[in-house]
C-alpha cells in the first residue's frame, strides 16, 4: 500500500529558529514529492521535487529530495509567527491521477 | 492571480439528505479533483475527472458519490445520502496537465457538516 510518512506530528519552536520537516514515501510508480503549507483551508504549493539531490529554493524555506532513500526534508530557516501551519507532504505517481498525502506536520512558531 | 473557486464555504445538512458540492475550476486546466479532510485527519483522495469522465476514484467514492461538468465552468461533487461520517472539509483541485507541472491549485474547500 502506497504511503506517505511525516515526521514530527507537531513542532513548536521559537522565533528566529531553523526547523526542518521530514518526509518518507513508500509509493509505487512515484513520480514527484509535494510540498504544501496548510494554514486555514486548502494547502497552497511549496515545492515540487522530482530529481534527487537538486534543492529547490524560495526565500526562507527550502527543501530537497533523495530518491535512493525515498525522503525529503523542507527547511524552514529564520522562522517567524506566520510560518505557522501545517505543512503537507505529498507524493505524486505516474499515473497522475492521484496524490497520496502525509498526515502533515503542524508546526508553531512562538514570539 | 488564477484560483480555484468552491462554493458554499459551509453547508449544514441532515443525515439523508443530498448535498451538492461546487467548484469552478480555473478556466484552462483540464483535469479536475476532489479531496476531503476529515477534521485531524489527512487529505484523502477521492476522485480524478477528465475529458468528461472519471479517470480514478478510491474506495471511498462510492455508489454515493457522483461527480459531473455540467458545463464549461463548473465541476461539482454530489453525495446523495448523506451519513454523519462524511462530515468533512472537501477540496476541488485542478490542473493544467495530469499530474500538474506546479502540482495541482486547490480551492478553500467546503466544509460540509451532517448532523
Known amino acids: 500500500e502506497d504511503k506517505v510518512v511525516q515526521s514530527p506530528l507537531s513542532l513548536v519552536v521559537h522565533e528566529g529558529d531553523t526547523v526542518t520537516l521530514n518526509c518518507s514515501y513508500e509509493?509505487?510508480?512515484?513520480?514527484?514529492l509535494l510540498w504544501y503549507k496548510q494554514e486555514k483551508k486548502a494547502p497552497t504549493f511549496l515545492f515540487m521535487l522530482?530529481?534527487?539531490?537538486i534543492e529547490k529554493k524560495s526565500g526562507r524555506l527550502s527543501s530537497i529530495l533523495d530518491k535512493k532513500e525515498l525522503f525529503s526534508i523542507l527547511n524552514i530557516t529564520a522562522t517567524q509567527t506566520g510560518d505557522s501551519a501545517v505543512y503537507l507532504c505529498?507524493?505524486?505517481?505516474?499515473?497522475?491521477?492521484?496524490?497520496?498525502f502525509g498526515k502533515g506536520t503542524r508546526l508553531h512558531i512562538l514570539p | 492571480e488564477p484560483e480555484v473557486t468552491q462554493t458554499p464555504s459551509h453547508q449544514v445538512t441532515q443525515m439523508g439528505q443530498e448535498v451538492i458540492l461546487r467548484c469552478v475550476p480555473i478556466?484552462?486546466?483540464?483535469?479536475f479533483y476532489w479531496y476531503r479532510q476529515i477534521l485531524g485527519q489527512k487529505v484523502e483522495f477521492l476522485v480524478s475527472?477528465?475529458?468528461?469522465?472519471?479517470?480514478?476514484k478510491s474506495e471511498i467514492f462510492d455508489d454515493q458519490f457522483s461527480v459531473e461538468r455540467p458545463d464549461g465552468s463548473n465541476f461539482t461533487l454530489k453525495i446523495r445520502s448523506t451519513k454523519l461520517e462524511d462530515s468533512a472539509m472537501y477540496f476541488c483541485?485542478?490542473?493544467?496537465?495530469?499530474?500538474?507541472?506546479?502540482?495541482?491549485?486547490f480551492g478553500s474547500g467546503t466544509r460540509l457538516t451532517v448532523v
Open positions: 483541485a485542478s490542473s493544467e496537465e495530469a499530474g500538474g507541472a506546479y502540482g495541482y491549485t
Open positions: 509509493v509505487t510508480n512515484f513520480r514527484s
Open positions: 522530482t530529481s534527487s539531490g
Open positions: 505529498a507524493a505524486l505517481t505516474r499515473r497522475d491521477d492521484k496524490i497520496i
Open positions: 478556466s484552462n486546466h483540464l483535469y
Open positions: 475527472f477528465y475529458n468528461n469522465e472519471i479517470s480514478e
